[in-house]
């Protein structure tokens, strides 16, 4: 089946830092890209969505500056939160989905764990 | 606001004992509906789906899912569960042509063997 690969696994960083996350399509070609972010014992919840060589496509209240996002190829997406502080620790999962169909599904990475110090 | 209900936050069972998960959306409007489930330390994986057609739904792992659009429901179901059903459940909607996913907040299932 089609994997997506998400790295790190888990990163842990003083605040103030930027940390970059990758999302890559492994044996898809994925043109459209999702970011979420999960709270604990919560639900997903999309942050944006990105489409090949475009400009992504954020969710009411996320910040385009905070949490910006590259997808340069068919296979990658980047996630770098800018200057990251402790309440932007959370578990950072990405998707893509292949073609243009509605019958095509996201298929999910394993997620990011991000703690900020 | 669209959102998606699972009201069955821990669930807690028996093997063999039979499973039925809720899950209800609020949109008038035509929906894709999905299950997905992540099993511990692995990612979300697609149980089941429904675009539609027949709204009973077969999908992997002897799991099956019902349709009811007079109820906005979409419930989970499994005749017998099974020690390696124990896992996060995840029922997510898409709403009309709209390729953004909006799940509920999860049910954690754990079998007892």
């Known amino acids: 089946g089609a994997v997506v690969s998400q790295h790190p696994s888990w990163v842990i960083c003083k605040s103030g830092t930027s940390v970059k996350i990758e999302c890559r399509s492994l044996?898809?070609?994925?043109?459209?890209m999702f970011w979420y972010r999960q709270f604990p014992k919560q639900s997903l919840m999309l942050m944006a969505t990105s489409n090949e060589g475009s400009k992504a496509t954020y969710e009411q209240g996320v910040e385009k500056d905070k949490f910006l996002i590259n997808h340069a190829s068919l296979t990658l997406s980047t996630l770098t939160v800018t200057s990251a502080h402790p309440e932007d620790s959370s578990f950072y999962i990405c998707?893509?989905?292949?073609?243009?169909?509605?019958?095509?599904?996201?298929?999910f990475g394993d997620g990011t764990r991000l703690s900020i110090l | 606001a669209q959102s998606v209900s699972q009201h069955n936050h821990h669930v807690i069972l028996s093997e063999a004992a039979s499973l039925e998960l809720g899950c209800n959306y609020s949109y008038g409007g035509t929906v894709n509906l999905f299950w997905y489930v992540q099993y511990p330390g692995q990612h979300l994986q697609l149980l089941l789906k429904y675009f539609s057609g027949d709204p009973l739904v077969k999908g992997i792992k002897g799991f099956e899912a019902e349709f009811i659009k007079s109820k906005f429901s979409f419930n989970l179901r499994k005749p017998s569960v099974q020690w390696s059903d124990t896992a996060e459940y995840f029922c997510?909607?898409?709403?009309?042509?709209?390729?953004?996913?909006?799940f509920g907040s999860g049910t954690r299932l754990l079998v007892r063997p």
């Open positions: 998707s893509a989905r292949g073609g243009q169909g509605d019958n095509q599904p996201q298929h």
């Open positions: 044996d898809f070609q994925a043109t459209t």
């Open positions: 997510a909607v898409r709403m009309d042509s709209s390729y953004k996913l909006i």
